[in-house]
């Protein structure tokens, strides 16, 4: 059995200040951990870091209660869109991440018929929210 750490007087060493890194030492710090280090032999943010880059995607939707789910994934998709959500609150309203994020859209693609019907059932396009149909194919 794991003994709780006194945030008072424990020492945390994290090594590594990728994503994961950054996000414990920054949690840790919130719950009141006075000597947190991290190490990463890289800058901040460090070029080798999966979250270094400004293409992340991430499909932000509303908030869904979980009785509308069903089917057999439907907890493991609830949960995913919990997760979003969350993430997509965090990252527009705390200070340290607000500045920083930005809406940029998405691209989806298909090419056979019932593939682009399907993309229309699935993402039911609206006037606010619409396709643009490009047709690049010779």
């Not at 000597?35 to 460090?46: A, G, M």
């Amino acid at each position: 059995m794991a003994l709780p750490l006194d945030p008072e007087s424990s020492t945390v060493l994290i090594i590594g200040c990728g994503t994961w890194g950054s996000s414990t030492a920054l949690w840790l710090a919130r719950s009141g951990y006075k000597r947190v280090t991290v190490l990463d032999p890289y800058p901040v943010p460090s070029p080798i870091s999966a979250g270094n880059d400004i293409n992340k995607i991430v499909e932000g939707r509303a908030r869904k209660p979980f009785e509308s789910y069903s089917g057999p994934k439907a907890e493991f998709e609830w949960t995913g869109d919990e997760i979003r959500a969350d993430a997509t609150e965090a990252w527009t309203e705390d200070p340290v991440f607000k500045d920083y994020y930005h809406e940029t859209g998405y691209i989806i693609s298909a090419s056979r018929p019932e593939t682009i019907q399907a993309l229309y059932d699935d993402e039911q396009p609206t006037p606010e929210n619409r396709f643009t149909e490009i047709n690049t194919a010779a």
